[in-house]
């Protein structure tokens, strides 16, 4: 071994001490239910696949049309030439099912956030967001150059508090660069990807227009799902309209792959102009497109609403079993379940344990979560059938002992 190497294997050696190692296992098989890993066929409670889209024959033909008519590959960034007609048809697709003026495409949602938020904030601006928001929304606000306010996680007094402090600070000096105001933009998801509870967007969008702040709401875990013609929480909240950039990924519940931002028309000439990860970024194969633009058909259409009626079935379901099982669930069932084990080298022994008995369920740990708040995650979809959870609550009764009385105390991971 070179130097190089005894280095990185003397960090890797700290890792596997903490429980923090992670390994990848490779999956022979579609996306769904059922997965085939090795010489096992383990049902996978673990996919953000919410809809049971990622396979779907409507989305497959989409992207195989797509490969016949435009070919493999994109050829260059969208400012070049790699403007495809499926990107145009997409974002046509996601204005109409967003219900905005425009909506812009970007490789995945970690490209959207990282090139929407440094496009719109830079030195002397704030952004102020949510303790347990995403990496990506993390790392996109300190690359930003703004300065970074972290308000505890869900709570209203605590992003005041920080706006009234950000308010303070741009009546002394109006620092947001050459020729501009300073801005404060909050930051926050909707659904919250690895607990599974929600912002008061309500609140959260009357704070923000009080203080004059711009507000960019990341519904990853919700765009398909919530609302009546299923466009995210901030629809079902009739709060959409006032949100300022409202973003997403096309990876999740439509079953394809790719993030958005849908606004207003100057929002997305804006960030044509000015965000650097599609800036200067190949453009996404058309097979991606195309598939994400037939899933957003698919999901605005009847059969959406029964997918999405059949998801929340299996949520209830799984609460209830859980529940007897002797966990802490809470009160409204969701789709997202953390079974909460604190430790975390006693989370990927019940993943191990889970594994035995044929479930796919890997332990969710820092850097994904604070140290200390590992968990399994539980994620139902539309396709999983009854028969499915009750296998899920068998296994769990034989592998991992319920742990109800751990305090689930939010903080900050990495
Ligand atoms: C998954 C996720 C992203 C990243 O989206 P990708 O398309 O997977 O890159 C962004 N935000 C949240 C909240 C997520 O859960």
Request: net charge neutral.
């Amino acid at each position: 071994m070179n130097d190089f190497d005894r280095e990185l294997s003397a960090r890797l050696d700290t890792l596997k001490e903490q429980g923090l190692f992670r390994e990848l296992r490779r999956v022979d098989s579609t996306q769904g239910t059922h997965l085939q890993v090795g010489d096992r066929r383990l049902l996978n409670f673990s996919s953000n696949d919410y809809l049971g889209l990622a396979s779907h024959p409507v989305l497959r033909e989409a992207a195989i049309q797509a490969v016949e008519r435009y070919g493999a590959g994109s050829g260059a960034a969208r400012l070049l030439c790699g403007s495809l007609a499926p990107h145009h048809e997409l974002e046509a697709a996601l204005a109409a099912f967003k219900g905005t003026a425009a909506a812009l495409t970007f490789s995945n949602g970690y490209a959207t956030a990282l090139g929407a938020i440094t496009a719109l904030v830079g030195a002397g601006d704030v952004v102020v967001i949510d303790r347990l928001a995403h990496a990506c929304l993390v790392d996109a606000a300190r690359l930003s150059g703004a300065k970074l306010r972290v308000f505890a996680h869900n709570n209203l007094e605590d992003l005041e508090r920080i706006l009234q402090w950000a308010d303070r600070r741009k009546s002394g000096t109006e620092t947001g660069g050459p020729g501009r105001r300073a801005r404060t933009l909050i930051v926050t998801e909707s659904v919250f990807s690895m607990d599974g509870d929600q912002a008061p967007l309500r609140e959260i969008v009357a704070l923000k227009e009080r203080h004059g702040a711009w507000l960019m709401v990341d519904e990853a875990h919700a765009t398909g799902l919530f609302g009546e013609h299923r466009r995210g929480l901030a629809e079902a909240l009739g709060v959409a309209e006032r949100i300022e950039i409202q973003m997403g990924t096309l990876g999740k519940a439509l079953g394809a792959a790719g993030g958005y931002v849908a606004g207003s028309r100057t929002l997305v000439d804006f960030l044509v102009n000015r965000a650097r990860s599609f800036l200067f970024s190949t453009a996404p194969v058309p097979a991606q497109a195309a598939a994400a633009r037939a899933a957003i058909e698919l999901v605005r259409a009847d059969a959406g609403a029964r997918l999405r009626d059949r998801l929340w079935e299996t949520a209830r379901l799984a609460a209830d079993a859980l529940r007897t099982a002797g966990w802490a669930m809470p009160t409204t069932p969701g789709f997202i379940v953390p079974l909460m084990l604190g430790d975390e080298s006693r989370a990927v022994e019940a993943a191990r344990k889970l594994r035995e008995q044929g479930l796919y369920l890997p332990a969710v740990r820092y850097p994904t979560v604070a140290r200390g708040q590992a968990r399994l995650r539980v994620t139902l979809t539309a396709a999983h059938t009854d028969a499915d959870i009750d296998q899920l609550a068998a296994a769990l009764a034989a592998a991992v002992p319920a742990a109800p009385d751990f305090r689930h105390a939010p903080t900050r991971p990495a």
